[in-house]
């Protein structure tokens, strides 16, 4: 007797969690643009004044405003992207329980797939294209629904 299929898990919390740190990276990044404009005004005032009469204290700012805001972003994206990731793999292993024989790929690609250079480019698509078949009314439609989806 065979044993246990796959069980589903809810994706729903991850998805939760992907759109916040998705509004975190955004956030860092309006602040990337705001340090960015900052130094610039500064660099601005170093050229129009020159070396000798600079406001270091302001350079420090702007300075510390660029590796702050960069930081940020950089923990951002590195945690959105850990968690979409995660997101993705629950996805797939959920669609192995809607329609098993759909699937091309195991629910492992929907991580290393990523991380392969060049083929990080159609393998993640492909997967994508598999869990959206999954999800169908029909799996074994020839038409994909929802194509649209994934080609804007």
Do not use: C, K
Not at 48 to 54: A, C, D, E, L
Not at 78 to 87: D, E, K, R
């Amino acid at each position: 007797m065979p044993g246990p299929g796959p069980v589903l898990r809810s994706p729903v919390g991850l998805a939760h969690a992907v759109t916040a740190s998705l509004a975190v990276v955004i956030a860092a990044d309006v602040l990337s643009l705001r340090a960015a404009a900052y130094m610039r005004s500064v660099m601005a005032d170093v050229v129009s004044i020159g070396p000798s009469g600079i406001d270091m204290d302001a350079v420090d700012r702007a300075d510390t405003a660029i590796a702050g805001s960069s930081a940020l972003y950089l923990l951002g994206l590195i945690g959105t992207a850990t968690l979409f990731i995660i997101w993705f793999h629950r996805v797939r292993h959920n669609a192995e329980v809607f329609a098993p024989d759909v699937q091309r790929r195991t629910p492992g690609w929907a991580i290393g797939g990523w991380f392969i250079p060049f083929a990080n480019l159609w393998i993640p698509r492909g997967i994508a294209q598999d869990v959206l078949r999954a999800g169908g009314p029909d799996p074994w439609a020839g038409e994909l629904r929802h194509q649209r989806l994934l080609n804007s």
